[in-house]
């Protein structure tokens, strides 16, 4: 009988010691599963003229440059203005008329030559009067929005020919790859004050098109509040 008692207490001590390690890995298992795959974020670079490839072709003065890798290659955004200046391939019914040009353009540069993707182009030929056809400060963006590996670039521009105050065609222009996305209507002026001393506004309204009600609700809204923080 004395012979069975270390036995027994060596059996047992086996036994707290399986439990011991199977605890162990159970913990080790939770641990593991815890940890949530990491997002990778856009390297966004800017550049300027002497850093584009040489055979890369643009119109205007450059207002953003940038250049970054995602899983559609390395990428190169340029937008640019020419600002009011007369233009002859446009028709002018007035002397002093005047005429603006904006562009926006994407670049996928394979072996050191780029090669254009899309290009967003707008503008206002012959205004005798105030001329814009300028890009948003600030409101240029690039995003990954849905995490997809592929950047979401976004264009924000305001046109119009006025003598007064009125409100300006506004538009953001947004491309995921070569799917356009777009948000088309105007700017909200202040036009006068009320009686009860209210401040009056026109302008303001907007329509999103097809892509962006039928994309992510991510896309849309950060569109909304891109532009509720530029109508004015």
């Not at 002497?50 to 450059?62: I, M, S």
């Not at 250049?67 to 233009?87: F, Q």
């Not at 007064?164 to 088309?184: H, L, N, T, W």
Request: proline fraction near 3%.
């Amino acid at each position: 009988m004395k012979k069975l008692i270390p036995i027994l207490l060596l059996f047992n001590a086996f036994l707290v010691s399986c439990k011991q390690e199977a605890n162990q890995v159970k913990i080790d298992s939770k641990s593991e599963t815890a940890i949530e795959p990491k997002v990778q974020t856009l390297q966004i670079e800017p550049i300027d003229s002497t850093q584009f490839p040489k055979l890369l072709k643009y119109e205007g003065f450059v207002k953003n440059a940038v250049r970054w890798k995602d899983k559609l290659g390395d990428n190169i955004v340029i937008t640019t203005e020419t600002g009011n200046y007369r233009n002859e391939k446009f028709q002018h019914e007035f002397d002093e008329g005047g005429d603006a040009e904006l562009f926006g353009y994407h670049f996928l540069v394979k072996n050191g030559q780029p090669v254009q993707t899309w290009k967003v182009y707008d503008y206002i030929q012959d205004c005798p009067v105030d001329i814009v056809a300028s890009f948003v400060k600030d409101s240029f963006e690039i995003t990954d929005l849905d995490n997809n590996g592929i950047a979401e670039i976004w264009l924000m521009y305001k046109t119009i020919c006025h003598g007064d105050v009125s409100p300006c065609e506004m538009k953001i222009i947004m491309y995921e790859g070569k799917q356009k996305f777009a948000m088309r209507g105007e700017s909200k002026v202040q036009v006068g004050i009320g009686d009860n001393g209210e401040k009056l506004f026109e302008g303001g309204t907007y329509k999103l098109d097809s892509a962006f009600e039928k994309g992510p609700k991510k896309f849309k809204d950060f569109a909304l509040n891109l532009w509720n923080k530029n109508i004015i």
